[in-house]
C-alpha cells in the first residue's frame, strides 16, 4: 500500500504544480494551456515566484481590518500568514528538483531552526523543504483513502533526512492546515500513528469523488475569517478582493477550486457554510456575505482568531477587538447549551409524567371490563 502511495505520488504533484503556473499564465496570456506553462516554467522560477502569485498570504484581510489590527499595535495578520507560508507552501505546491548534496550536521528542531541556517547551509535547507513537499503530497494521498498514518510510512517518504523529521513533519503539517485546511493529529504517542482532520472541525471539504480533487476547506477557512474580521458581514467586493490576490477570479476556472463564483455563492451556500444575500435598498444592487447556520455549528469565532493568532506567534487577546467579539460569541454559545439543557431536561420530565399517569390508567380493573 505505500508503494502504490508513493508511486501515484506524482499525481498530486502535477495536479499542484499547476497552481503557480496558472496564476503566471494569467498574468502573461490567456491563450496557452495550463499544461504548456507548467512544462515550460522550471522549478525554480515557479517556487521563488509563487510567494507573490498564489500562496504568498493566506487569511488576506481587508484593509480597513488591517487598519484596526495596526491601529492597536498588534502585528498583521497578513504579514503573519505570509511569515509562515511563503516558502513553505510555495515549496508543498511547486515542489523542486534540487541536489541533495550539502547538507548540513545542524540537527534541526523546529522551523526557526531552518530559518536560522548560513548561507552555506542553503542546499540543506533547499533539500529539507523538498521533503516537506513530499510529505505534503504523500499526506494528501493518505486523506484521500481516509488510511490512519504511521511515523514509519513517512519516515520512509522522507528517506535520507529521517533526523530531521520533527522539523518536516512540524513544516508538512502548517502547509495542510493553510493550505487545505488540514490538520495533522497524533493519535497514538506509543505507535506513532496519526489522523487527518479537517481544521476547525469543519466536516464538508469540498472534495469530488474523484481522485484527482483536493480539500477545499483551507479556501474555506479564509472566507470565513474575512467575514469575521470584517465584522461578521463581508460585502462581496472584499471577498474577490481577497480571492484575486490568492490568483482566483469570478468566471474563471480555476484548477483546484474550479470555478469560484459558483463554489462560494452556490455551493457552500447550499451547503450552509455561507449566506450571500442583497444589501437592503442597493441600487444598483449589492451583496454581502454572512456566516451561515453551519458554520455557527461546527466552529466559533474564537476557533478561527486562535488559528490566526497561532499563525502570528501570539495570543487571541493581543487582537482586542477581534476577542471582544470572540467572548461574547463563546457567552452566548454556553448561555444556548444551558437553555438547550434545560429544554432538554423538560422534556424528559414530561415524557415520565406522561408514561406514569399511562401506567396509573392500566389498572386490573381495567383488564376485566375489557374481558
Not at 57 to 76: D, L, N, Q, R, Y
Not at 187 to 205: E, K, R
Not at 270 to 293: I, K, M, T
Request: charged share 20%.
Amino acid at each position: 500500500m505505500l508503494q502504490e502511495g508513493l508511486q501515484s505520488e506524482s499525481r498530486v504533484w502535477s495536479l499542484l504544480s499547476a497552481l503557480i503556473p496558472e496564476s503566471q499564465e494569467e498574468e502573461a496570456s490567456t491563450s496557452s494551456s495550463f499544461s504548456s506553462t507548467s512544462s515550460s516554467s522550471s522549478p525554480s522560477s515557479a517556487s521563488s515566484s509563487s510567494p507573490s502569485s498564489f500562496l504568498s498570504s493566506h487569511f488576506v484581510i481587508p484593509s480597513t481590518i488591517k487598519e484596526v489590527s495596526g491601529a492597536v499595535g498588534t502585528p498583521s495578520l497578513l504579514q503573519g500568514s505570509q511569515r509562515v507560508c511563503s516558502s513553505h507552501i510555495a515549496m508543498a505546491v511547486t515542489p523542486s528538483i534540487k541536489s541533495d548534496q550539502g547538507s548540513s550536521s545542524q540537527d534541526g528542531k523546529g522551523p526557526s531552526t531552518l530559518q536560522s541556517l548560513p548561507v552555506t547551509g542553503s542546499l540543506f535547507k533547499d533539500a529539507i523543504e523538498d521533503k516537506v513537499a513530499d510529505l505534503v503530497g504523500f499526506l494528501l494521498l493518505k486523506y484521500h483513502t481516509k488510511e490512519l498514518i504511521t511515523k514509519v510510512e513517512m519516515l520512509i517518504v522522507i528517506k535520507d533526512y529521517q533526523d530531521h523529521f520533527p522539523v518536516i513533519l512540524s513544516q508538512a503539517s502548517e502547509c495542510l492546515q493553510l493550505v487545505f485546511g488540514i490538520d495533522v493529529k497524533e493519535l497514538d504517542p506509543i505507535s506513532h500513528s496519526y489522523v487527518l482532520v479537517n481544521t476547525l472541525g469543519l466536516t464538508y471539504n469540498g472534495m469530488l469523488s474523484d481522485d484527482q480533487s483536493v480539500p477545499k476547506t483551507g479556501l474555506l477557512i479564509n472566507i470565513l475569517s474575512v467575514i469575521f474580521m470584517d465584522g461578521n458581514c463581508s460585502p462581496e467586493q472584499n471577498i474577490w478582493e481577497v480571492l484575486s490576490v490568492m490568483g482566483l477570479c469570478a468566471g474563471r476556472k480555476h484548477f483546484i477550486y474550479g470555478e469560484p463564483r459558483e463554489l462560494i455563492t452556490k455551493v457552500w451556500v447550499q451547503e450552509g457554510y455561507l449566506e450571500y444575500r442583497q444589501v437592503a435598498n442597493s441600487d444598483p444592487a449589492r451583496h454581502e456575505f454572512l456566516w451561515g447556520p453551519r458554520a455557527h455549528a461546527e466552529t466559533s469565532k474564537m476557533k478561527i482568531l486562535e488559528l490566526l493568532a497561532k499563525i502570528n506567534g501570539t495570543i487571541p487577546n493581543a487582537f482586542p477587538i477581534l476577542y471582544e467579539d470572540a467572548l461574547r460569541d463563546e457567552e452566548k454559545r454556553s448561555q444556548a447549551r444551558v437553555a438547550a439543557r434545560a429544554s432538554s431536561r423538560v422534556r424528559a420530565s414530561g415524557r415520565v409524567r406522561a408514561t406514569g399517569r399511562a401506567r396509573a390508567r392500566v389498572t386490573p380493573n381495567s383488564f376485566c371490563r375489557h374481558k
